[in-house]
């Protein structure tokens, strides 16, 4: 009979161990391309089964979705690279000031795009949740490595 599982020898304690900070850019790198992807159809499938405004929609919260996900990994390298003494590959700075930034912009797509577009608020929902879906689909592919 195993024993029962403690935080020193689980599955996440062991994967957070030998993630290295390229692991971590490259599965950020991953998800990128998977919310691309799954914008595209998205975007197609609304357009073709509801119209253009709603397809816009879908790619109004695609770019929420990309660019939170872009930000996210550039304060992660940041913050990763303070911890192990190295050059930060951004200056802290701007680096927060594009993150404050970024917050602003989403904002304002999400007041332009529901003011102006007049299609289904669920489209906008369903690509502001690509990063949900793309970050967990990568989050399972290294539970299974």
């Known amino acids: 009979m195993n ?3 403690t935080p020193e020898n689980s599955p996440l304690a062991n994967l957070a161990a030998s993630m290295t900070d390229d692991d971590l850019r490259e599965m950020l790198r991953r998800a990128l391309r998977t919310v691309v992807i799954l914008a595209l159809v998205l975007f197609a499938v609304f357009t073709l089964t509801m ?7 879908s790619l109004a ?7 939170g996900i872009r930000e996210w990994r ?3 390298l940041l913050i990763f690279s ?9 200056p802290v ?3 927060l000031v594009m993150f404050f930034l ?5 904002a304002a797509i999400l007041y332009v795009s529901l003011k102006c577009l007049h299609g289904s608020i669920y489209a906008l929902v369903a690509g502001i949740g690509l990063a949900v ?10 539970l299974r490595n």
């Not at 119209?51 to 929609?57: A, D, E, S």
């Open 102 to 106: 970024r917050l602003g912009m989403v």
């Open 93 to 95: 700075g701007r680096t």
């Open 61 to 67: 919260g695609a770019v929420i979705s990309y660019t």
């Open 51 to 57: 119209g253009w405004q709603t397809g816009l929609l």
């Open 82 to 90: 303070k911890i192990d003494n190295q050059q930060a590959p951004r």
């Open 74 to 76: 550039n304060l992660a």
């Open 133 to 142: 879906v793309a970050l967990s689909i990568e989050a399972i592919r290294l």
């Open 3 to 5: 024993p029962p599982p």
